[in-house]
């Protein structure tokens, strides 16, 4: 029991090392926005949160025209009356500081955070605005507010899957990935209004948070360089958000919503251009296959790679190759049996020069 204690207790340790040196190293965007997250909470001990709310926080009623409040929908991720809450806001942050920015940069986390704080303030009070139409009751409009970093913690997961969505998570027994966070993270919301833990707000700003970085990050996110925009691949399509056995309703959804959006004008068509005068093979070109997300991608493959081959060999004490065998073993066997070993042992270092050949070649 009280190794088992020592044990979590250095786990718990670690994790805040950690995020103690994430936030130390991290770029001023991330320390800016800790920084200001934890000043606000701490300046809501003094204020009283009715004033603070309705100065800083999204009103639905208040941030279209004719208040047109518009700063709100910068103020508002600021804004925590709990403790928890302001904690999670920065980890959220930092984590997002620690995986995503290095492949990013500080600019496009920049835009990122600022895209989706205000895409998902302005999504929750059109939803809201929608509910007062049906309604008529005006406590939708004027009583309600929308604050915290719920949508940018929302947001942070799709990034997260973008970035390195098929890593897993130290969650025992039960597999889970980080590709799962956002759909997991939806589903608990969910759960914790219909038990009264949390107002109708939570729930509403995780979904718009999500929607509002996957549209972000799937047609208009610029990668590098080029002048290719967005992420079209199969892996951050929409549907692939969801359990394999849903997916496919959810594409044809989603596909025909994405027609109508192209027939707008509000999304561009999705187009493959084959190169078949290319000396080699034929050359494919989509719609947000960057050459450098494509290099990202294949690092973080190798990294996994060798981080399960180095557990393997850690686990398996195989004799080195190198090892000469003894005088002994070798006079006991026969000469047939000599060349034959010699001849499995020269297979054997074939093999692995082609296997690392195969390696780095992929």
Not at 52 to 75: I, N, Q
Not at 112 to 136: D, E, K, N, Q
Not at 168 to 179: Q, R
Not at 275 to 287: H, K, M, N, Q, W
Request: proline share 5%; charged share 15%.
């Amino acid at each position: 029991m009280a190794s088992s204690t020592t044990h979590t207790t250095l786990k718990v340790q670690l994790q805040m090392e950690h995020i103690r040196t994430a936030l130390t190293k991290g770029s001023v965007v991330i320390k800016a926005i800790c920084g200001g997250l934890l000043f606000f909470y701490f300046t809501s001990i003094f204020v009283e949160n009715e004033t603070l709310l309705k100065t800083l926080s999204v009103t639905p009623g208040l941030v279209f025209p004719p208040s047109f409040r518009v700063w709100t929908l910068l103020t508002h991720p600021f804004v925590e009356t709990h403790i928890w809450n302001a904690i999670l806001g920065v980890l959220a942050v930092v984590i997002c500081g620690k995986f995503v920015e290095p492949v990013w940069g500080v600019l496009e986390m920049l835009i990122f955070f600022s895209i989706v704080t205000v895409g998902s303030a302005v999504t929750s009070s059109l939803i809201y605005l929608f509910i007062y139409m049906g309604s008529s009751n005006i406590y939708y409009l004027f009583d309600t507010h929308f604050f915290g970093m719920t949508g940018v913690i929302a947001g942070t997961t799709v990034a997260l899957k973008q970035v390195i969505g098929d890593q897993e998570l130290p969650t025992g027994p039960i597999k889970v990935y980080v590709k799962d966070i956002a759909l997991l993270h939806v589903l608990i919301s969910i759960i914790l209004k219909l038990v009264g833990l949390v107002s109708g707000t939570y729930p509403c700003l995780v979904v718009s948070g999500i929607l509002a970085a996957w549209i972000y990050l799937r047609f208009y996110q610029k990668q590098g360089d080029s002048k290719v925009r967005g992420d079209m691949s199969d892996l951050f399509s929409f549907a692939s958000f969801f359990p394999e056995i849903v997916r496919p309703p959810i594409a044809v959804v989603s596909n025909t919503v994405h027609g109508f959006l192209v027939r707008i004008k509000v999304c561009k068509k999705q187009v493959r251009k084959y190169d078949v005068g290319a000396p080699s093979a034929i050359t494919i070109t989509l719609p947000g296959t960057d050459p450098a997300d494509a290099e990202r991608r294949r690092q973080l493959a190798l990294k996994a790679l060798n981080e399960r081959l180095t557990r393997v060999e850690q686990q398996t004490d195989w004799p080195s190759m190198d090892d000469q065998p003894s005088t002994s073993d070798d006079a006991s066997l026969p000469p047939s049996s000599k060349e034959d070993a010699a001849a499995d042992k020269q297979d054997v270092l074939i093999d692995m020069e082609e296997s690392s050949a195969a390696t780095v070649s992929t």
